[in-house]
């Protein structure tokens, strides 16, 4: 199966195969997509992806969350982006592009020397308490993410995602742990997903119906004890297919709850996949595609989350940081990805994996 085609909203993506959103620290200043990302995603595309999903990319400079991060708030990006997306174009492979707001994640700058969030639940892991955004910043929000889908439109990309996971903006309004309002924004699923609907809405306004809105979302924050977990992530799920959304990604964890996202040493087949009992969830309440991520490494893993109704596609991220071939690979036999999730490849540097680094040879 993980070859055969599949259609998103009309889209038709050759196997079942998606690179999942992964930043590259390969930026310009102020945002702008270089060269060299384009090169990394063709190679991704010459190497058979059926879908590939960019970095994310911020829409406002207040969201910014990390360095050297793509953005997408400004129309003069669209013009670098329209060239990466040439390049994919060439080999078959469709690609989106991911659009996120940092919120309680942001970085903090001279420029912007706070963050924001559905209310002031200060992050313990950067010590910060947000501010909790005022209609009038939730409307500018909401506006910001419009134009964003507008500009990856205008720069032929086949979808967006936006990104509902890890933490920033979108997800701390759908997660009980971090939004604590009570006006029309919080408490209920239809509040906390309101903030989506609005932003697909206005969007549709700009972009038309038939341009594919995804999305990553958080079935888990990743505690034991709190925040959002099953099963409120299946009626999340369902809002959000109900607001327009075409496609779901099914990942989980925030900053706070540590390596939750990208889970280190993956080494045997019931380590790998460690969001499948979502996503089978969540894939038995809508009847959008799902996509699965998280620790993902073997055929026989992947075939089976396929077979048995866990997913429609599975995602990949460190694998493929490691062997951008790797789904040829595949096609022709091998049956392992090399990757031992070691999450040496965050590297500030630009992505790489350095998983044989030796980090002191004299220990
Ligand atoms: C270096 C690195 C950068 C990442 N950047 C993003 C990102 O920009 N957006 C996102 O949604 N997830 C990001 N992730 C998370 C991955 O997309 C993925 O959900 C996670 O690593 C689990 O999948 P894997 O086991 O295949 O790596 C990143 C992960 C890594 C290792």
């Known amino acids: 199966m993980l070859f055969e085609p599949i259609e998103i909203a009309g889209l038709h993506i050759l196997n079942r195969f998606v690179r999942s959103a992964t930043h590259e620290w390969l930026a310009g200043d102020n945002g702008t997509p270089t060269p060299a990302i384009g090169d990394m995603y063709e190679e991704l595309a010459m190497y058979e992806i059926g879908l590939i999903i960019s970095g994310y990319s911020y829409v406002n400079p207040a969201g910014k969350s990390s360095q050297a991060q793509q953005g997408i708030y400004d129309d003069r ?3 670098p982006y329209r060239q990466i997306t040439g390049r994919v174009h060439k080999y078959g492979s469709k690609i989106a592009l991911q659009i996120v707001h940092g919120g309680r994640q942001s970085l903090i700058t001279p420029e912007y ?4 969030a559905p209310s002031a639940v200060k992050d313990s892991s950067s010590g910060i308490t947000p501010q909790a955004m005022t209609e009038e910043q939730i409307q500018r929000t909401i506006e910001d993410f419009a134009q964003a889908v507008r500009r990856v ?3 032929g990309f086949d979808a967006v995602q936006l990104h509902i996971a890890h933490g920033f903006l979108l997800s ?5 742990y971090t939004n604590h309002r009570t006006d029309k924004w919080g408490k209920s699923v239809e509040n906390r997903t309101r903030i989506i609907a609005e932003i697909i809405r206005r969007a549709r306004e700009m972009v038309g119906e038939d341009f594919p809105i995804m999305a990553k979302m958080n079935a888990t924050d990743g505690f034991n004890d709190k925040g959002l977990d099953a099963p409120e992530c299946v009626d999340v799920a369902v809002a959000l297919e109900s607001a327009g959304v075409c496609a779901i990604e099914v990942s989980g964890g925030i900053f706070e709850a540590g390596e939750v996202m990208s889970r280190p040493g993956i080494n045997s087949p019931e380590g790998e996949a460690y969001f499948r009992k979502y996503a089978r969830m969540i894939k038995q309440g809508v009847s959008i595609p799902v996509m699965l991520v998280g620790g993902l490494r073997s055929m026989a893993v992947m075939e ?6 866990y997913a ?3 995602s990949l991220c460190r694998p493929l940081i490691r062997e951008p071939d790797l789904v040829v690979k595949f096609r022709k036999g091998v049956q392992e990805a090399e990757c031992t999730s070691c999450n040496r490849c965050f590297d500030e540097n630009g992505i790489r994996c350095n998983s044989e680094i030796v980090l002191n040879p004299l220990i």
């Open 77 to 79: 990006f669209i013009g």
């Open 113 to 116: 020397p706070y963050t924001l």
């Open 153 to 155: 439109h205008a720069a």
């Open 172 to 176: 701390s309004f759908i997660s009980p």
């Open 304 to 309: 089976e989350m396929l077979a048995s109704g």
């Open 312 to 314: 429609d596609m599975v």
